[in-house]
């Protein structure tokens, strides 16, 4: 038996492949079907099945290119409705992959049709648990993804409290739990950043599981739980129905475009420009109107959390030789309409004449040593949770998530001063003001992270300056 967790750290997503006797299953895979079947090749077996543990709303998973490629049948637990052809398992129905087995135990709570699958091994002794979004290291799934006029989020916190405790917390101690997410992702609000871990170590550490009531449960796994980001219905709703093949999104994504066909395509419609560079290389010069998302961050969630709809046209500017892992990382999420890519990059943009916008980055410590005053507009564009650590004194916090909501605010003929915690973001919010009209930005390398190591004063908690 080899069970072997696939991780997928831009994502913070686990997939799980398990071969037996020369069958294999796939849990919760990517959208990208190669890795999955280079990996059954190399064990010489069949994918059987491609198990999933509910309708993923973070990124777009390759289930039916998948099954259409291998054969395998596609399962999903109770309640599950599909717009392609799978199999809805019964609670507790069991599924042979050789020698192991795999049963169905249907985990309600963070939506629905949510299933966790239980590994029994050769000899029927329960080895481990894949529990997709009912349960994390260190935290338990969200339960406001799958609201609906009759279901409320107090509905499916208490499904989930019940699922846990009947269905899961009985196992034993020593089985692993091997869960779809780690720290990073925004399906709960707690993950550690372990990516498995056993039951019983869960009981002891996980709080969600401390609670002793269902209305303790409720009330820890929902306070404090931020919006869920605006993409993640819209993935939900292409898992259910099934996205196209990746390799159809590969034929116009890759096109590579001159400088001039690239200009043509870029100042038209709503087209949107997308160099996925290194901030501090974006910031030296780049094709005027583009937005900034580093290929090297946490790039699929943030272009998720910032551009609205899956079909929006988009341009791309790479790094030479990243063009179709950028290709495929936005295909990811759902985003299938990149134009093409711009052939040789911003040095031929400029090489062949057009022009070239940058953006000011300044250190922290010039910062503080040349510009900080009360007079200047500073923007803390962290999530809240970080701002009310420690930040500035009467800086407003401004998180970049919801940035279209506070742009309208933004005074386009003064000049603001933007800082993250590290640098990565606030180039992202730099290039978003620069886009809109803010021809006066600034970005602050280092982030709060580099602006606490100045004398500046820090605000902490509720106002205690230090």
């Not at 392609?84 to 398992?89: K, P």
């Not at 799934?141 to 208490?158: M, N, Q, S």
């Not at 946490?298 to 929006?312: E, K, N, S």
């Amino acid at each position: 038996m080899i069970v072997e967790q696939l991780y997928t750290g831009c994502l913070s997503e686990a997939a799980y492949y398990i071969e037996s006797r020369g069958e294999a299953a796939i849990i919760d895979p990517l959208r990208e079907t190669g890795p999955y079947i280079r990996r059954a090749d190399k064990d010489r077996a069949r994918i059987k099945y491609v198990f999933e543990t509910h309708f993923h709303a973070d990124f777009v998973s390759g289930h039916v290119e998948l099954a259409h490629k291998t054969g395998a049948k596609i399962v999903y637990g109770p309640m599950a409705s599909c717009g392609f052809d799978c199999y809805i398992a019964a609670d507790g129905e069991e599924f042979k992959i050789g020698d192991v087995t795999i049963r169905v135990l249907h985990t309600p709570g963070h939506t629905l049709e949510s299933s966790t699958y239980l590994l029994l091994d050769e000899a029927g002794k329960p080895y481990c648990i894949f529990t997709g979004d009912t349960l994390f290291i260190g935290d338990v799934g969200r339960p406001d993804l799958a609201i609906k006029a009759d279901v409320t989020v107090t509905d499916l916190a208490g499904m989930l409290y019940d699922s846990l405790r009947t269905r899961i917390l009985p196992l034993p101690d020593d089985v692993i739990v091997y869960p779809a997410h780690g720290a990073g992702s925004a399906c709960g609000k707690n993950l550690a950043k372990e990516t498995y871990d056993t039951l019983g170590h869960q009981k002891e550490t996980n709080y969600a599981l401390k609670a002793q009531t269902k209305e303790e449960f409720v009330q820890a796994i929902t306070d404090g739980l931020a919006p869920a980001p605006r993409y993640f219905p819209l993935n939900a709703m292409l898992n259910k129905n099934g996205a196209q093949s990746l390799d159809e999104v590969n034929k116009t994504g890759l096109r590579a475009l001159s400088p001039a066909d690239f200009e043509a395509l870029a100042y038209t419609g709503d087209v949107l420009i997308l160099d996925t560079r290194a901030p501090q290389d974006f910031a030296r010069g780049f094709v005027p109107g583009s937005i900034n998302i580093g290929i090297d961050g946490q790039f699929a969630p943030w272009v998720g959390a910032l551009i609205p709809t899956l079909d929006q046209p988009i341009l791309l500017v790479t790094d030479a030789g990243r063009e179709e892992e950028t290709v495929m990382r936005l295909a990811r999420v759902g985003y299938d309409g990149t134009l093409g890519y711009l052939s040789g990059g911003v040095t031929a943009w400029r090489d062949s004449g057009k022009d070239v916008d940058q953006i000011e980055s300044i250190s922290a410590a010039d910062f503080a040593s040349q510009h900080w005053s009360d007079s200047i507009n500073v923007l803390d564009i962290r999530r809240p949770g970080e701002y009310e650590t420690a930040h500035l004194p009467h800086v407003p916090n401004r998180p970049l998530d919801y940035i279209d909501d506070w742009m309208g605010t933004i005074d386009k003929d003064k000049k603001y001063y933007i800082h993250c915690a590290g640098g990565y973001r606030s180039m992202i919010a730099a290039s978003i003001f620069r886009s809109r009209g803010v021809a006066q930005v600034v970005n602050i390398e280092g982030g709060y992270g580099a602006i606490a190591k100045t004398e500046l004063p820090k605000e902490i908690g509720a106002g205690l300056v230090v």
